[in-house]
C-alpha cells in the first residue's frame, strides 16, 4: 500500500471505473479516509448525474423539421445536375485556354525577376493573414467556451 | 414506402431511404437522435426560443449533408459533431456571455446529505423527496460549470459516451478531453462542497 494519498485524477478514476486503477492505489484508498471520502463524493455527483432527467425539447422536433424539407430531388435528376455542372466549369476553363493559347505562351516573358517576386510575396502575405483569422476565430470559439 | 411499426432500421437504411425522400425515414433519424441533440444543445445555449431555432437548424443541416455522410462515424455521432458546431458558431454569431447562473437558496440542502445517503431506508416519499432535492442542487451547480464542462460531463456521464465519440463529436483531442473531463469533474465537486460547506458529500 502506498502511504501518499493518491492523485485525484486516480480517485477520479477510482470512482468511475475502479478495475482501472493500480491496485497499491486502490489499497490506499480503502484504507485512507481522505481518499475514500472524495472517491465517494465523486461516486456520489456521478450517480446523481447518471440518474438525472435527461433534457427534451418541448415541441415536435420532428414535424418542425419536416415541414421545412425541400421537395426531395431523384437521384438521376441530381446527378445530370451535378454532370451539366461540371461540364459548364470544364467549358469556363478549356475554352478561354484554347482561345488565348497563343498569348499564354509568352505571358510572362519580359517580366521581371522583381515582379515575379513581389506577386509570390503578396501570395504569400495573404496566406499568412488568412492562417491568423482561422487562429483567431479559433481563439473566439475558445473565449466563447471560457477556455481562453 | 413507410417504415412498418416495429421493426427497427439500421441507420445505414435509413439514410438510404431519407436519400430516396423516405420522410419516415428522416423522420426516424430525428427521433433516435434528438436526446443527444438536445444534451447539447442545453449545455450550449442558454435561451430557450434560440434552442428551439437551433435544433432545427441542426436538422435541416444534417438534412443537407446527409448525402456527403460515410458512416466513418456512428449516425448520432454525427448528428452529434453537427449539433456542437451549430451551437458554436451561433454563440460566435451572437458573441453571447453566459448569464449568470440562479442564485441557490439560503438553505443548506446538502446538510443531511452524507448521512442520509450512507443509510439508505426504504424507498419512501422522505426518500424521493431528499433524492429530488440533491438533483436539483447538483443539476444547479452543472450549470454554473462553463458551457463545454457541461456538456463534456452529459456526454460521458449522462449519454455514456466514449472518449473517442466526444472527441469527434467535440473535434478535441483524447488527451485535451480528458483533461477537460478530469477539471470539470474537480471544479464541479470544489463548487459543490464550497457553496453547501460540507466536508463530504
Same mark, same amino acid.
Do not use: H
Given at each position: 500500500m502506498i502511504n501518499e494519498h493518491v492523485s485525484e485524477s486516480d480517485i477520479q478514476l477510482?470512482?468511475?471505473t475502479p478495475d482501472a486503477v493500480a491496485k497499491t492505489a486502490i489499497a490506499h484508498?480503502?484504507?485512507c479516509d481522505h481518499c475514500r471520502n472524495a472517491a465517494l463524493s465523486y461516486q456520489f455527483i456521478f450517480g446523481e448525474i447518471k440518474d438525472a432527467p435527461k433534457p427534451s425539447f418541448n415541441f415536435d422536433l420532428g414535424s418542425l423539421v419536416l415541414?421545412? +424539407?425541400?421537395?426531395k430531388k431523384s437521384a438521376s435528376e441530381r446527378s445530370s445536375i451535378l454532370i451539366w455542372f461540371w461540364?459548364?466549369?470544364? +467549358?469556363?476553363?478549356?475554352?478561354?485556354?484554347?482561345?488565348?493559347?497563343?498569348d499564354l505562351a509568352v505571358l510572362f516573358k519580359g517580366v521581371s525577376i522583381f515582379v515575379i517576386y513581389s506577386l509570390a510575396a503578396a501570395?504569400?502575405?495573404?496566406?499568412?493573414?488568412?492562417?491568423?483569422e482561422i487562429y483567431r476565430r479559433y481563439q473566439r470559439k475558445m473565449d466563447i467556451l471560457n477556455f481562453s | 414506402m413507410n417504415n412498418q411499426p416495429?421493426?427497427?432500421?439500421?441507420d445505414q437504411e435509413l439514410v438510404r431511404k431519407s436519400l430516396h425522400g423516405d420522410r419516415h425515414a428522416f423522420a426516424s433519424i430525428i427521433k433516435n437522435t434528438e436526446g443527444l441533440v438536445a444534451?447539447?444543445?442545453?449545455?450550449?445555449?442558454?435561451?430557450?426560443?434560440?434552442r428551439k431555432d437551433l435544433a432545427q437548424e441542426v436538422y435541416l443541416r444534417v438534412f443537407r449533408n446527409l448525402e456527403g455522410f460515410r458512416f466513418q462515424s456512428k449516425l448520432s455521432t454525427w448528428v452529434g459533431q453537427i449539433s456542437y458546431n451549430c451551437c458554436l458558431n451561433w454563440l460566435e454569431k451572437k458573441k453571447l456571455s453566459f448569464p449568470d447562473p440562479t442564485p441557490g437558496s439560503d438553505e443548506d440542502p446538502l446538510?443531511?446529505?452524507?448521512?442520509?445517503?450512507?443509510?439508505?431506508?426504504?424507498?419512501?416519499?422522505?426518500?424521493l423527496a431528499f433524492k429530488k432535492q440533491s438533483s436539483e442542487i447538483i443539476k444547479r451547480e452543472i450549470e454554473k460549470l462553463p458551457p463545454l464542462y457541461q456538456t463534456l460531463i452529459s456526454l460521458f456521464h449522462q449519454e455514456e459516451m466514449s472518449y473517442e465519440e466526444i472527441g469527434k463529436i467535440t473535434s478535441l483531442p483524447e488527451g485535451t478531453l480528458k483533461s477537460y473531463l478530469f477539471r470539470a469533474r474537480k471544479m464541479l465537486k470544489e463548487n459543490l462542497l464550497s457553496n453547501y460547506k460540507k466536508e463530504e458529500l
Open positions: 477510482y470512482a468511475w484508498i480503502e484504507q415541414q421545412q +424539407l425541400p421537395l461540364i459548364c466549369i470544364s +467549358l469556363l476553363v478549356v475554352v478561354p485556354l484554347y482561345i488565348f493559347q497563343s501570395a504569400l502575405i495573404i496566406l499568412i493573414f488568412r492562417i491568423l | 416495429g421493426i427497427k432500421l439500421t444534451q447539447i444543445v442545453f449545455k450550449m445555449i442558454p435561451n430557450p426560443e434560440d446538510e443531511s446529505l452524507s448521512t442520509r445517503e450512507q443509510t439508505p431506508s426504504k424507498w419512501n416519499p422522505e426518500t
